[in-house]
């Protein structure tokens, strides 16, 4: 099956840097990335996502990469702000008779006031 | 409209007691899957609803584990003779198909169980 692997496990960045999480993913039937933030104490929330066709996507403050030859995708947090401290999860997910997602471990960011 | 919702929100039981976990989706979502989240580690699946029917039970951990859904509707994760190492936060989510290139999973806030 599927396999998602995610670094940092935690990740600590000054108010206003940018944070970079980056996710490796092993079946090249994968064609649908979405990536979760979850807040402490509160459920994990779609933030942003990325299909297989596409390289980059823009949201604001928020991009994501993805290289499909490498089976690797990233998140690009711009100008954090302390209410971007939470844990990120990617996932992959392969097109079939059902979506099931498989989510990497989690990468805790602070963001440092 | 809802959200998705569980209950109970926090379970206290002892070892080798049966707890039963409940799910309600969001209201016409035919998808829902239930997962597990240890203190500090990522999100474990369990098992995936289409309907009522199950087509992918592979993340249950034994037999201990069992989910039923019924009227395309409610959902709900049983766990027999629990063990201390089931102590965790269990998530369901729901989306609207689950077949789709694009199908944002919405969570409920969870149930944290803690076995004695």
């Known amino acids: 099956g599927e396999n998602v692997e995610q670094h940092p496990s935690t990740l600590s960045v000054q108010e206003g840097d940018s944070a970079v999480i980056k996710c490796t993913y092993s079946?090249?039937?994968?064609?649908?990335f979405p990536w979760y933030k979850q807040e402490l104490g509160k459920r994990p929330q779609l933030i942003i996502d990325?299909?297989?066709?596409?390289g980059e996507k823009k949201d604001q403050r928020i991009a994501v990469t993805l290289n499909k030859t490498a089976k690797h995708f990233s998140l690009h947090i711009t100008e954090t702000q302390p209410e971007d401290s939470a844990v990120y999860f990617c996932?992959?997910?392969?097109?079939?008779?059902?979506?099931?997602?498989?989510f990497g471990i989690g990468t805790k960011l602070q963001v440092i006031p | 409209g809802a959200g998705v919702s569980q209950s109970p929100s926090n379970k206290v039981t002892e070892k080798g007691k049966d707890v039963e976990l409940r799910c309600d989706p969001i209201?016409?979502?035919?998808?829902l899957y239930w997962y597990r989240q240890s203190l500090g580690q990522g999100l474990e699946f369990l098992i995936y609803?289409?309907?009522?029917?199950?087509?992918?039970k592979s993340g249950l951990p034994s037999d201990r584990f069992s989910a039923e859904r019924t009227g395309g509707s409610v959902s709900t994760l049983t766990i027999q003779r629990t063990q201390q190492e089931d102590s965790a936060v269990y998530l369901c989510?729901?989306?609207?198909?689950?077949?789709?290139?694009?199908?944002?999973?919405?969570f409920g806030p969870g149930t944290r169980l803690l076995v004695l």
């Open positions: 209201s016409g979502h035919t998808a």
């Open positions: 990325i299909r297989s066709n596409v």
């Open positions: 989510a729901s989306s609207l198909r689950g077949g789709g290139l694009r199908e944002t999973q919405y």
């Open positions: 079946d090249s039937a994968s064609n649908y």
């Open positions: 609803f289409q309907g009522n029917s199950a087509p992918d």
């Open positions: 996932a992959a997910s392969i097109s079939g008779g059902y979506q099931k997602v498989t």
